[in-house]
């Protein structure tokens, strides 16, 4: 077994061969803890978006959060699900606050799948405590599916204690180019703030984001388990491919860790 950090060093080779081919870069969302901004190689979707609700650009701006950052004073902080980092973003009155990534290369027609871990972040600072909230994915302008929503009754700041949940959607490409986009949403009409509103605005959390070609699962799956998912097996040339006999392979698993694998037949 490698360790992890090796682990990402061997699938950012192998990968980035062929970032351009369906391949999100630094789906991981590593970066260093910051409010407004995003990690390297995604972008903030514009309030002039026509899917974000945000008022006006101060209010379309995510954060990056790590164990110790960017504000622990104010609860701004959190548990990663893999790596040093995960992006975050608020939907109230007058937020949302989402994450997109262009992706080129796709192939007309054949079936894609994302897969990415969510959490209820909360922040206590700004009265960001509803107890469910979920992330809408989008290709382009079209509404693939709004995540299984997580639940928490923990009170704010859950810091260091964030549960990560996995989600999963399927959609098939209609481009050789679409756009890639995550915004969190409620279950509730009730996006308004308030220090004893339990229902209001939300603060969700995003981590470990994989595109994959095919669907070995339906929309929405979930694994609130500590194990692992395959979600791929790559060639030394980052080509997809099958578990295969005398051939060195490398399995991505949803926590972002790579395992080097040999089998001799």
Not at 51 to 65: K, L
Not at 70 to 92: D, R
Not at 227 to 252: M, Q, S
């Amino acid at each position: 077994m490698f360790l992890k950090s090796f682990n990402q060093i061997i699938l950012i080779l192998f990968l980035s061969t062929n970032a351009s081919a369906q391949t999100l870069i630094n789906g991981e969302l590593e970066g260093p803890a910051s409010m407004t901004a995003v990690p390297d190689g995604w972008e903030m979707i514009p309030f002039t978006d026509p899917n974000c609700e945000s008022e006006n650009e101060a209010g379309a701006t995510p954060d990056i959060y790590t164990i110790d950052g960017p504000a622990m004073v104010y609860g701004f902080y959190g548990n990663p699900h893999g790596g040093l980092s995960f992006s975050s973003g608020i939907y109230s009155t007058t937020h949302q606050e989402g994450i997109q990534q262009t992706v080129s290369e796709f192939s007309i027609g054949q079936e894609y799948k994302v897969s990415f871990w969510q959490a209820l972040v909360k922040s206590e600072f700004g009265a960001m405590l509803d107890t469910s909230g979920s992330w809408a994915m989008y290709v382009d302008n079209t509404l693939i599916a709004v995540s299984t929503f997580s639940h928490s009754l923990v009170p704010a700041p859950i810091g260091g204690d964030l549960v990560w949940e996995y989600r999963s959607m399927s959609f098939i490409a209609t481009d050789t180019m679409h756009t890639i986009k995550f915004l969190p949403v409620d279950d509730d009409p009730d996006q308004s703030s308030g220090a004893e509103n339990l229902s209001g605005s939300v603060r969700m959390g995003i981590d470990d984001v994989f595109l994959v070609k095919g669907s070995s699962a339906g929309i929405n799956d979930i694994n609130t388990s500590d194990e692992p998912i395959l979600i791929g097996i790559y060639d030394t040339l980052g080509r997809e491919t099958k578990d295969i006999p005398n051939a060195l392979l490398f399995y991505v698993y949803s926590d972002g860790t790579t395992k080097k694998v040999f089998r001799i037949e």
